[in-house]
Nanobody, 114 residues
Framework: QVHVVESGGGLVQPGGSLRLSCSVS????????MGWYRQAPGKEREWVAR???????VYADNVKGRFTISRDNALNTVLLQMNSLKPEDTAVYYC????????WGQGTQVTVSS
């Protein structure tokens, strides 16, 4: 059975940083291209960052240069380092593979506010 658990969110001031972590179990993690997604109140879920099995990364335009995605296949974990946070980054953040076949976790709330 596949389990996805996100953590690391919180309340941060504009310009601050957070590091999100996603732990995955029940799959051969290293064979999955992974992504971080987010959903703000009243909006649809959107993708934020992707990391392929090769380590290649891709970012949405609105986070490029501020967010960094990485993975640790030994720990079945994908990370999201978020710097220079803005109020518009406020959302619940989720991880999943790129074809979104894993069950969605509970997400982790990120709130950027002064």
């Amino acid at each position: 059975q596949v389990h996805v658990v996100e953590s690391g969110g919180g309340l941060v001031q504009p310009g601050g940083s957070l590091r999100l972590s996603c732990s995955v179990s029940g799959v051969v993690f290293s064979t999955n291209a992974m992504g971080w997604y987010r959903q703000a109140p009243g909006k649809e879920r959107e993708w934020v960052a992707r990391i392929f099995t090769t380590g290649t990364t891709v970012y949405a335009d609105n986070v490029k240069g501020r967010f960094t995605i990485s993975r640790d296949n030994a720990l079945n974990t994908v990370l999201l380092q978020m710097n220079s946070l803005k109020p518009e980054d406020t959302a619940v953040y989720y991880c999943n593979n790129l074809i979104q076949t894993m069950p969605w976790g509970q997400g982790t709330q990120v709130t950027v506010s002064s």
